[in-house]
C-alpha cells in the first residue's frame, strides 16, 4: 500500500546542473542513499521485497540493507553514498516519482546525453580532463565512496568518472535491433582498473534487473519550453 506523501521525502532534493547548451538539467551528483531512502519511505517501500526495483544487502556497508523478511533499513552514516543495489526499473520509478514531487518531467539519461554532459564543453575523454588522473578515478577499493568525492568538472557535475557505473536509458543495440531486457551503464566503477572503461564514450551494458553494488543512476530533468 502506498503511504501518502512524507515530508520527509524533500529534505534531500537533488541539486541539477544545467548542461548541454541549456537542452536539459542533469542532477549534480548520482542520487544519494539518503535521496532513496525518503523515495522508499514515501512509498511504503521500506516494509517488504520489491525485487524488481531493488534488492540490498544484508550486511552493512552500502547504506541501505535488508533483513531476512525483506524490510529494508538505512546506516544513516552512510547515506552520502550513491544509491546501488537498484534495477534500471527502480531507477525509472525514482524518477517518476521525483517528477511528480516536484512539477517537473524526469527521467534517466540516454546515453549519447550522459556522454555529453561527461565531455563538456571540451569534448573530454573523462570528466575531468584529458589525463587519467588513475588515484582519483580508480583508487583501490572494495565499495562505492560518498557522491561528493571528486571535483566538479567544468558543467557543475560531480562522478561522472568512476565510482560507480549509472543506469542510462537505452537499451542494447544489436544488428538486429535493441536487445531485450538490457541497459546501458556508463562512468566506470570502483570494480575497474583500466583507463578505457572509465572514458566518457565507453558503453557497458547490464540486465536491466541486476542489483549490483557497482551500478548507481542519476537524473535528468527535461527543461520544457516556456
Known amino acids: 500500500m502506498t503511504r501518502t506523501h512524507d515530508p520527509a521525502a524533500t529534505q534531500h532534493p537533488p541539486l541539477f ?4 547548451a541549456g537542452r536539459f538539467d542533469l542532477a549534480t551528483c548520482p542520487t544519494t542513499v539518503a535521496q532513496y531512502w525518503h523515495y522508499l519511505l514515501d512509498q511504503g517501500l521500506d516494509q517488504e521485497p520489491a525485487p524488481r526495483l531493488h ?44 517528477g511528480a514531487l516536484t512539477g517537473t518531467h524526469c ?14 564543453p571540451r569534448g573530454w575523454r573523462w570528466s575531468l580532463g584529458n589525463e587519467f588522473d588513475r588515484p582519483l578515478y580508480a583508487p583501490e577499493a572494495t565499495g562505492p565512496r560518498p557522491v561528493t568525492h571528486l ?30 531486457g538490457s541497459r546501458a551503464v ?11 572503461s572509465f572514458e566518457n564514450g565507453t558503453t557497458f551494458t547490464s540486465d536491466a534487473l541486476s542489483t549490483l553494488p557497482y551500478i548507481g543512476f542519476r537524473v535528468l530533468r527535461e527543461r520544457r519550453p516556456r
Not at 75 to 96: M, N, R
Not at 186 to 196: D, F, V
Request: aromatic content about 8%; overall charge neutral; glycine content about 12%.
Open 17 to 20: 546542473t544545467t548542461v548541454d
Open 55 to 98: 534488492a540490498f544487502p544484508r550486511q552493512a556497508g552500502t547504506g541501505l540493507r535488508t533483513d531476512r523478511q525483506g524490510r529494508v533499513t538505512l546506516d544513516d552514516e552512510l547515506s552520502t553514498l550513491p544509491a546501488t543495489g537498484v534495477t534500471w526499473h527502480g531507477a525509472v520509478a525514482y524518477c517518476t516519482w521525483l
Open 107 to 120: 527521467r534517466l539519461p540516454s546515453a549519447a546525453e550522459w556522454q555529453r554532459a561527461a565531455s563538456g
Open 151 to 180: 571535483p566538479a568538472g567544468p558543467t557543475g557535475l560531480r562522478g561522472m568518472t568512476g565510482n560507480v557505473f549509472e543506469w542510462c536509458s537505452d537499451p542494447l543495440a544489436s544488428p538486429d535491433g535493441p536487445v531485450p
Open 186 to 196: 556508463k562512468g566506470g566503477a570502483y570494480t575497474l582498473r583500466n583507463p578505457e
